[in-house]
């Protein structure tokens, strides 16, 4: 799970992780927040529930979103907390395979 | 042709137009695959989108049924009976492919004589799915146990056509939980090939909440008809029986790792008579098929359980129960 934002005006998601899919949503300003899921390759899948109260997922191209400053800071203080990710690095620097 | 793609329908109005449309645009050349929607009395508006797609898709056939079957079993019988290709794919109504995965697959079962075959599998909407069989990359004559084939029995596949119709598999109608594992490990032990491919995102299975039929309540006998349906066919087949033995101890990790039978034994939603049918039910599984031999190959995780079971100690049940839910607070 990752809280992105989307790079440009007038974003557009997927009804399945392909250009040739219909379209679902337009977001018409760049900045808009949005959290997503990884997916298929080149694509976030963005999760929702429908105005049926049925849960959907959407898919938005990776190269139309970036990262929040916020969730960097998060995300790095995560890691260099997390025992599992520092023991993973201390091997790859001990193996010198860096 | 080439490719039949089977989709079993019952109100899915919401959710197919992604499915269709994922066939439509497939780059395989639509007089070389057929699309069979098997409606099963759907009470929504699934066969009105059905009939919109089919003046688009001329490779499209839509078989109404007139009696709803309460399961996919029975649509997906009619598909292998109606299929005119030469392989055969099940697709739910509500999960979609790669746009390029038609081709890719056919090609590839082709180059390998493929009698099963299938392609990685995206999860959508939070949808767990096996992932333990594509960390290799592509595999064309994959093993069943050394490719942790028996983590992926669901019917998302691709069967050789002639292959289902010279064995005979149809889905047994009579199971109404793992229906899908007892037809798919019955064509594993009888293909001749597995293919597995995993350099493309071929099927996405997409999760639209607890709908799944496996998570309510069913009575214990039912629930373990097709595990023994599955079994037997394990014991009664030709294979060597040293790979026999390694085949059954796989399954049954397996089992008692993803099946529901644990959430059923320790949920606390059962009653006590409900958890005494369920370990009646579950010794008389063990006692059948986990002799001693059969024992020393069963994750020790699993060993607490089996005991329970076969004591038939239904105090120690509830302990177990407790203590699982104190763990998870």
Redesign the interface.
Known sequence: MKKMKTKRKNTNTY????L???RVHLFEKAGTELVV?R???GWY?H?YV?A?G????EFIQKKDLRYQLGYIFFAAKKRIKDPNIRIKVMNRLKSKNY | MKVTVAIPVYNAANYIRATLDSLMKQTMHSRDFEVICINDCSTDKSKEVIEAFKIRMENLVLIDRETNSGGPMIPRNDAIHAARGEYLLFLDNDDFLGEEALERLYNAAQENRSDVIYGKYIGVNGRNVPQSMFKKGNIANADIIRDNLVYSLAPHKMFNVSFLRKHQFLFDPQAVVGEDQLFVMQCYVEAKVITVLADYDYYFVVSRGNENLSLKYFPAKKFFYSFHQLIKYIDESKLNNLYKRDLKIAYLNRFFHASRLRRQLLSKKRTKEQKRAWLAETKKFIDLHISDEIMKGIQPRFHSIIYIAKKQDLKKLLKLAGRIKEAIR
């Open positions: 009804e399945r992780p392909s040739n899919a219909n899921y997916s298929a390759a899948e999760r429908g049926d049925f849960r959907y997922a």
